[in-house]
């Protein structure tokens, strides 16, 4: 599937706040010294890639990555503006932390952080799991051909298979 947007004026996400509230999670802003921390943690759980789009996302003022910690545990995070102004993500939760409304949360108040900043819309580039984002936030496809911004997008050589 292409590129999505998601209306950040839709009422849809609101709704997603009212489903997402929770007293044992903390979603806030990476704060530039934990930038090594958050980094580290996105490379181990998800990949380079991310992290490297992490790391432009919490060197941002203010910063673009938020996380979710549980019991003061780091277990998801949240970009924008990382490969391109107006695009959210990358966003993951750790594997044990998934289905407990995290993502979820982590999507709310990241695009609130993003209308907070002036945008009316958001796009979510090359996703991945387009059944969440249609169905938390009433994302559409945006109907255009090609790989978009990644096009072209230089990539760790895998190692040699030696036969
Ligand atoms: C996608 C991801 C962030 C979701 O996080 P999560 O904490 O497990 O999601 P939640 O528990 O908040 O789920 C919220 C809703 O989305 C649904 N959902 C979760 N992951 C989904 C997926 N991969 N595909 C479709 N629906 C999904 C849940 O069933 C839930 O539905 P419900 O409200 O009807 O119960 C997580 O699975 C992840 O880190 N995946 C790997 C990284 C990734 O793909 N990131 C997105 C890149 S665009």
Same mark, same amino acid.
């Given at each position: 599937m292409g590129? $999505? $947007?998601? *209306? $950040?004026y839709d009422p849809g996400l609101e709704r997603l706040?009212?489903?997402t509230e929770r007293t044992d999670l903390t979603i806030r802003p990476v704060l530039a010294p934990e930038r090594h921390i958050v980094v580290a943690w996105i490379q181990r759980h998800f990949s380079e890639n991310w992290a490297?789009? @992490? @790391?432009?996302?919490?060197?941002?003022?203010? *910063?673009? &990555?938020l996380i979710a910690l549980s019991n003061?545990? $780091? %277990?998801?995070?949240? &970009?924008?503006d990382a490969i391109a102004r107006g695009f959210f993500g990358p966003t993951g939760v750790a594997e044990a932390s998934r289905g407990q409304g995290i993502g979820a949360a982590l999507l709310h108040r990241t695009l609130l952080a993003?209308? @907070?900043m002036g945008y009316a819309y958001a796009v979510i580039g090359d996703p991945g799991p387009a059944r969440f984002y249609i169905d938390a936030v009433g994302a559409i496809e945006i109907? %255009?051909?090609g790989k978009g911004i990644y096009a072209d997008m230089l990539?760790?050589?895998r190692p040699a298979v030696v036969t």
């Open positions: 590129d $999505l $947007l998601v *209306s $950040l706040g009212q489903r490297s789009e @992490a @790391a432009i996302a919490i060197g941002r003022q203010p *910063s673009s &990555c003061g545990q $780091l %277990v998801g995070f949240a &970009c924008y993003m209308k @907070a109907p %255009v051909s990539r760790t050589p």
